[in-house]
Structure formats: C-alpha cells, structure tokens
C-alpha cells in the first residue's frame, strides 16, 4: 500500500461517504473494480488524514504493484497506472479542497495584514505557488514574503519544510534580531536589509506582528517613514 501525498489539498472528511467510502475503524476505506473487474484499487484515508492507495488482483487476491516500478513498461503496466491515476484526479476533485498552507501562524499573519493594513497576499510565481507577498497599497512595495522553505536550507539539521516569512529590518538590528532558533538570515534574499522568521509560533504572535509593523513602516521609504512611526 502506498501513501499518496496531495499537494496543496486537503481531505474534507464530510465528502468521503457520498464517494463511497465506508467508515471502519478510525480510517476510511474505498474500493472499485478497474480493468473489466480484474483488479480493485481500494483507497484508505487514515484517521490522521492521510491517503493510501492499492490495487489487488482479484484471482489470487494479491496486491499489485508492479505499475509502482518506474522502470515498467508495457501496455497492461501502463493501464493500471492510468486507472488508478483517473481514481485518484476523481478523489482530489471530489473530496479535497485547497489548502496552501498547513501551520496555524501563517493564517495569523495573513489574517493581520488583511486587517490592520487591508493587504491580501499575492501569489506571483506559478513555479512557487506557495510563496506569496505582501505589498503596500500606496506604492507596491513589498513588506512580507511567505515561503515553504526546506529547513535545512535554514541551516536547520531536521527534514521536512517549514513556513517562513521573510521581514524588512533596519539594518543595524538584523543581527540582534536574528537568534539562529526562530529567526534566521534571510532566505533568497538580500540580507542585509531582511531576515527570516519560522511560523511555527516559538515567536509569539504579538512580536510578529510588531515585527511586521516595522516591515510596513521600512517599505514606505526612508522619507515617510519618520511620519509613520509617530
């Protein structure tokens, strides 16, 4: 059985039983037969979220797996892989909805600046559909970048990705800003004048957003800035 990780989509649990699943257990299990009945695909959503997916031959009972092996070829191998990918684009369409990003904090952040500042993040890169900005309204200036970044490109020795935003400082308070914890060197960019903070809230909310309140500030530009800080 092979988990099946969805990009940017999230299981909406309420969908399943109208898709056919069966509850058992804690988990939720579906199955249909492909290839005139020969085979099943029988896909799992475990009670952590997660989506498993198999194809059993229905003769021996047996699990099938050889459409896993990238280097199969075939006509009867390059059928299953498409049954099962026509069940699986069938799955994500009826029972996921989008979900960019995971970690509550980022939401927080998204939240604040809609609501203090009337800032919607913008997703910019079609390559990068997890890394979104935020600008002013006055003069398009960016003052926060959330990314998905790999930790270990944080310096971090631990696997898996986290969610950053990325903040303008006065150059003379990067380093005391920056704890090598929480707060990093600015990823991808100049760092001089940014720095990293992880959004997994080891910095709490109300400093985060003090911090995004500078970044507004700074992004106006060295003439205004005066004014609104007063």
């Avoid at 909406?12 to 290839?35: C, E, R, S, W």
């Avoid at 990918?85 to 939401?107: D, M, V």
Wanted: hydrophobic share 35%.
């Amino acid at each position: 059985m092979k988990e099946y990780k969805l990009k940017h989509k999230k299981i909406n649990l309420n969908t399943l039983p109208k898709f056919g699943f069966i509850q058992n257990g804690g988990a939720y299990v579906y199955k249909t037969d492909i290839l005139d009945g020969q085979f099943y695909v029988e896909l799992t959503v475990s009670n952590g979220g997660k989506l498993f997916a198999r194809v059993v031959e229905k003769e021996f009972d047996e699990e099938y797996t050889l459409h896993l092996v990238p280097d199969a070829v075939g006509q009867f191998v390059g059928a299953v892989r498409g049954a099962v990918a026509e069940i699986l684009e069938k799955f994500e369409h009826k029972c996921c909805e989008k979900e960019i990003f995971k970690w509550n904090q980022t939401y927080a952040v998204i939240e604040y600046v809609k609501n203090t500042y009337q800032s919607d993040i913008e997703f910019l890169w079609e390559k990068f559909p997890d890394n979104a900005v935020f600008r002013r309204s006055d003069n398009k200036k960016w003052y926060g970048i959330i990314m998905t970044v790999p930790f270990k490109k944080l310096g971090v020795e631990s696997d898996g990705d986290a969610e950053v935003v990325n903040l303008k400082a006065f150059p003379e308070n990067i380093t005391e800003i920056i704890d090598g914890k929480s707060v990093f060197a600015a990823y991808h960019m100049n760092k001089t004048h940014w720095y990293t903070i992880v959004l997994d809230g080891s910095v709490s909310n109300k400093d985060l957003f003090s911090h995004i309140d500078t970044s507004y500030i700074l992004a106006r530009g060295k003439n205004k800035q005066k004014r609104e800080q007063n």
